[in-house]
């Protein structure tokens, strides 16, 4: 029989409550990989009152020291990097190259906040009145909650956690159903560093009944969710009713503009890989191509040829370009949206339908798969979640800008053009947290921030040089070394009146 999971708690596994189990499955071939206790309400509790007895420890440790830690699991996960890049593969089924990919983004972050553990810069600033010293200070938040998506188990779990510890958090996570054995391993990898107890917890189980706990549980000081618009609505709407951080990272309806000066070759590699990396099962996969009527043509039929030929398959194979969507669910709801697409008037340029049959028998397979749509369609405005790319005809720069903006999302963005001027006026105009210039939508570096504006989130930017805003409160110091009462405000203007009187 596959192995049972608990909940981890007190730096161990322990059995948990719930009496119900579930089973986390191989997307490629429906193999059952491990179960995992379906938590209940009272395991949120045993976790946070650990994440509560381990936050004592933790945010007493000096960050430096917090920081050697983080860099020690950073090497374990170097040192695991196979074994879990190639069961992000098996759990998740993004392709081998996108695993060991997304475990070196793990790595890479545990080793840039390790070095946030010597900085956490706070401000100094005069006062208005003398002998007295003015500062601020990083202090962490508290136990924080994670609530974490499947289509990146290791390096969004790695974000959140990563930022909460370095800033002095213990954190209780809670993983997506689909892959809650990545989220364990991570942990345990994690956890072998040699953290205190009970600053690392994991709970599973449904956003239902361990999500909403964990939510709206007075030892839970930071809520941190990566997921869905309707799912996020939920986690916001909780958190605020008591008034609890929230930080959300949502959709995305990412757009790649192909200006007409654009080299297509180029653009033809970045299309492949940004709308059909990770089955487009990113927030950041490019799901609009916005193509300028003066190449629309020429680009779509290269496209459509180089489409034709890509490989789906088991993602652990070798050639192997795409792997299965997450769930049978997903499958439907992405077959879904090309009916809808058709019905809307759009043109299947390529794929279209699942992929059924032989080595896809068992799996949730669809193909690669391309519509010729208007601005406005459902399926263009919609995120899919899936290998479907939308391509929109555009005339000018200024109806691309238009086009691009005209959804509700704003998280990743791309242009290809070589014209300078235009590239930079993208930059500008472009409403969404991030944007290339000749590089697809997809693929952004550790060490900047990552987030996007108007329904892809709130409550700030992770990773990147902001990643610890979201764990730390700001803490203004005064210091009033005079040896007398000084009244802000008030003896300053007094002051400052006899000081002008004497010259
Ligand atoms: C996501 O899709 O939720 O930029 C995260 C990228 C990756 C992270 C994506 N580094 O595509």
């Known amino acids: 029989m596959e192995k049972e999971y608990g909940i981890f708690v007190k730096g161990d596994w322990e059995k948990g409550s719930g009496k119900e189990y579930f089973e986390t ?8 990989l491990a179960r995992f206790v379906k938590g209940t309400a009272e395991d949120v509790d045993t976790a946070v009152k650990s994440a509560m007895d381990g936050f004592r420890v933790w945010s007493e440790v000096p960050a430096p020291m917090r920081g050697e830690l983080l860099l020690e699991a950073a090497l374990n996960l170097q040192k695991h990097k196979n074994e879990l890049g190639t069961l992000v593969s098996k759990e998740m089924g993004k392709i081998l190259p996108e695993g060991l990919g997304e475990v070196q983004e793990a790595i890479d972050f545990f080793k840039y906040i390790a070095g946030e553990g010597r900085r956490m810069f706070g401000e100094t600033t005069p006062s208005e009145l003398p002998d007295k010293f003015n500062m601020t200070v990083r202090l962490p938040k508290g136990p924080a909650g994670l609530i974490t998506p499947w289509n990146f188990p290791v390096s969004i779990p790695s974000w959140k956690m990563g930022a909460a510890l370095i800033s002095g ?14 989220a364990a391993r991570f942990v345990e990898i994690v956890n072998d560093a040699g953290f205190p107890p009970g600053v690392i917890n994991l709970v599973t189980g449904s ?3 361990v999500g909403t706990a964990l939510i709206n549980h007075p ?14 609505r939920e986690v916001y709407t909780q958190g605020a009713r008591r008034l609890v951080q929230v930080h959300l990272e949502l959709g995305g309806k990412n757009p790649v503009i192909a200006m007409d000066d654009a080299n297509l070759e180029l653009v033809l590699d970045g299309v492949l890989f940004g709308a059909f990396g990770t089955a487009g099962q990113r927030c950041t996969a490019t799901s609009r191509l916005i193509l300028h009527n003066k190449i629309y043509e020429r680009f779509l039929d290269m496209l459509a040829s180089r489409v034709e030929k890509m490989k789906v398959g088991n993602p652990l194979e070798e050639g192997v370009e795409m792997g299965p969507v997450i769930n049978s669910r997903a ?14 008037g ?6 279209g339908a699942a992929l059924e049959g ?7 397979f669809i193909q690669p798969t391309i519509i010729e749509t208007k601005h406005g369609s459902v399926i263009s405005t919609e995120e899919i979640f899936g290998p479907v790319l939308s391509v929109i005809r555009v005339s000018s720069f200024e109806e691309a800008m238009s086009v691009a903006n005209g959804v509700q999302y704003g998280l990743s963005s791309s242009i290809y053009t070589k014209n300078i001027n235009l590239a930079f006026k993208a930059i500008r105009m472009l409403e969404a947290g991030i944007t290339y210039i000749n590089a697809p939508t997809i693929g952004a570096e550790i060490h900047l921030p990552f987030g996007g504006v108007k329904k892809t989130g709130t409550g700030g930017r992770e990773a990147g040089s902001s990643a610890i805003e979201e764990f730390t409160e700001i803490k203004s110091v005064f210091i009033d070394y005079s040896d007398t009462l000084q009244k802000a405000q008030i003896d300053t203007d007094k002051r400052f009146r006899e000081k002008l009187s004497q010259t």
Not at 221 to 231: E, N, P
């Open 358 to 364: 032989g080595i896809y028998s068992k799996g949730n």
């Open 219 to 232: 030892g839970i000081r930071a809520v941190s969710f990566t997921g869905g618009v309707a799912t996020g």
């Open 331 to 344: 499958k439907e709801s992405i077959l879904n949206y090309i009916k809808i697409g058709k019905h809307e």
């Open 207 to 209: 956003g239902s009944e």
């Open 169 to 182: 958090c213990s954190v209780v996570l809670k993983p997506a159903t689909d892959t809650p054995l990545c």
């Open 25 to 32: 499955v191989n997307p490629t071939n429906g193999d059952v």
């Open 346 to 351: 759009g043109t299947v340029v390529t794929g």
